[in-house]
Structure formats: C-alpha cells, structure tokens
T-cell receptor, first 116, second 113 residues
Framework: NAGVTQTPKFQVLKTGQSMTLQCAQD?????MYWYRQDPGMGLRLIYY???????DKGEVPNGYNVSRLNKREFSLRLESAAPSQTSVYFC???????????????FGSGTQLSVL | SQKIEQNSEALNIQEGKTATLTCNYT??????LQWYRQDPGRGPVFLLL?????KEKRKERLKVTFDTTLKQSLFHITASQPADSATYLC????????????FGTGTKLQVIP
C-alpha cells in the first residue's frame, strides 16, 4: 500500500519550459489536491478535485493546469514555467466523508522544482 | 479576505514543558479544523481533527481546543520531547466546501533538551 506517490522528486527547468507533475493514490479517495510550499508561506492550495471529473481553483491557480485522469491520478501541468514557480509541490488525497470523524489528508513526499 | 494565521516565529521551549501553538482565522466558518506535523523534507502528517461542536480533543500528549467565537484553535503538547521538534500546521475547510482544505503558515517548534 504505497499511499500517495508523486513523480518526479526533483526537477530543474528553464524559464518557458513545460512539464507535468504526476500524482497517484491507491487508497480509493475521492478528493485530491495540489499544494505548493514556499519558505514562510505555508502550504498554498493550487487546485483540487473533489471527485473524479471535477476540478476547482484554489488560492494560487495562475500559471497551472490540472487533469483528474481517473480516480487514482491527478496531474499538475506548468505550461510555461517561470522563476516564481520555484517551490516544493505536494500532492494529497482526502480520506473520509462529511459527518464522519476520519477526514484527513495524506500527502506525497513532494517535488522540489527549480525554474532558472 | 480569508486568512489563517499562525505564529511565524519559531517557538523554543524546554524539554518537559507544555508547548502551546495558536491558529487564528478570519472569514471562515469551518465545520472542522485539523492539525498536521511536518518534518524537514517531508510531507505533512495528520495529527488531530476537531469539529465545530467540540470544545476539546485529546490524543496521548496532544490536546486541541476550538473556539468558534474567538475564531481560534490552540494546540498543546504536554511533557514535550526533543522528538516533538517540527513544524505544526493548522488546516481548515474553506468556503468551497469540506473538500477545500487550506492551511496556515505553520509554526516551527524547537524542544531544547
């Protein structure tokens, strides 16, 4: 049982290049998330997907696109990378249901992205 | 605008003492609040969830309170140990529904032996 798997772990891009961060979960969770973490800024929500077939913007969606490929997979795409997108990116999935006591996020190990 | 604020400065305490971390929020009406622990280079790990109709929740040496009038949660670690040193983050359900989970900036705790 791997939990939440993110790839790659590290990536260096040049300004203007594109790339896709991959995320998969094997816990049959409905909701999945992409966050970025910068020093002193905490975790900021980029996009989330409450269920298969739906995606919604978070706090900082500009410059990103997402795809909920199926229930397991949720990818994050940078079409034209900018130095401001240098950050650590975390994917997560949410267990539980409304009204229950077991809602919690499970996180991947993160992707360290540098844009030069 | 919506804000979730935690002490941005690191909290240093002596081993054995109780650490108290604060989470304040504005323009949220959350059904629940969560606390997570994050170690350097790793993703956050869930610790506790407290609902809006609960005043207090405990788990081993951890205690969380939730005051919806003050719009504040307090997170306590009793008998703190050096192994408790980490960054602690609070998280709330956002206005988009229970699935939209947003985080505070986190507080770094250092327990000194």
């Amino acid at each position: 049982n791997a939990g939440v798997t993110q790839t790659p772990k590290f990536q260096v891009l040049k300004t203007g290049q594109s790339m896709t961060l991959q995320c998969a979960q094997d816990m049959n969770h409905n909701s999945m998330y992409w966050y970025r973490q910068d020093p002193g800024m905490g975790l900021r929500l980029i996009y989330y997907s409450a269920s298969e077939g739906t995606t919604d913007k978070g706090e900082v969606p500009n410059g990103y696109n997402v795809s909920r490929l199926n229930k397991r997979e949720f990818s994050l795409r940078l079409e034209s990378a900018a130095p401001s997108q240098t950050s650590v990116y975390f994917c997560a999935s949410l267990s539980g249901r409304v009204g229950k006591t077991n809602e919690k996020l499970f996180f991947g190990s993160g992707t360290q992205l540098s844009v030069l | 605008s919506q804000k979730i604020e935690q002490n941005s400065e690191a909290l240093n305490i002596q081993e054995g003492k109780t650490a108290t971390l604060t989470c304040n929020y504005t323009n949220y009406s959350p059904a629940y609040l969560q606390w997570y622990r994050q170690d350097p280079g790793r993703g956050p790990v869930f610790l506790l969830l407290i609902r809006e109709n609960e005043k207090e929740k405990r788990k081993e040496r951890l205690k969380v309170t939730f005051d919806t009038t003050l719009k504040q949660s307090l997170f306590h670690i009793t008998a703190s140990q050096p192994a408790d040193s980490a960054t602690y983050l609070c998280a709330l359900e956002g206005s988009g529904g229970y699935q939209k989970v947003t985080f505070g900036t986190g507080t770094k705790l250092q327990v000194i032996p």
